[in-house]
């Protein structure tokens, strides 16, 4: 079973930045796609990223042009690099991936505990 582990996380100003980490532990045969989401207090969570295995990448329209998704494969570790954080980035960021016990399991989502972000003034 594959275990995820944020970092990162932490209180800075807007207009500042973080680089988030989410490290993948355990046995399984693959990591296919790794996601970010996040919660606000509140609020139901939402996707912010993806990448794929051969590093093809999406962004929540909210994100797009800020933040950075990538990923190194050899340490199966995902990250997000954040720029120009807002307060509405507020939130905890949770990590997720969509993992392959064996060459013949049906893939399935793990998820980390998350990491908090606080952008305030």
């Known amino acids: 079973q594959v275990q995820l582990v944020e970092s990162g996380g932490g209180l800075v100003q807007p207009g500042e930045s973080l680089r988030l980490s989410c490290a993948a532990s355990?046995?399984?045969?693959?990591?296919?796609?790794m996601e970010w989401y996040r919660q606000a207090p509140g609020k139901q969570r939402e996707f912010v990223a993806y990448?794929?295995?051969?590093?093809?990448?999406n962004y929540a329209d909210s994100v797009k042009g800020r933040f950075t998704i990538s990923r190194d494969n050899a340490k199966n570790t995902v990250y997000l690099q954040m720029n120009n954080l807002k307060p509405e980035d507020t939130a905890v960021y949770y990590c997720?991936?969509?993992?392959?016990?064996?060459?013949?399991?049906?893939?399935?989502?793990?998820w980390g505990q998350g990491t908090q972000v606080t952008v305030s003034s």
């Open positions: 997720k991936a969509d993992v392959q016990n064996t060459r013949f399991s049906i893939p399935f989502g793990s």
């Open positions: 355990g046995r399984f045969f693959s990591i296919n796609v």
């Open positions: 990448i794929t295995r051969g590093g093809s990448t």
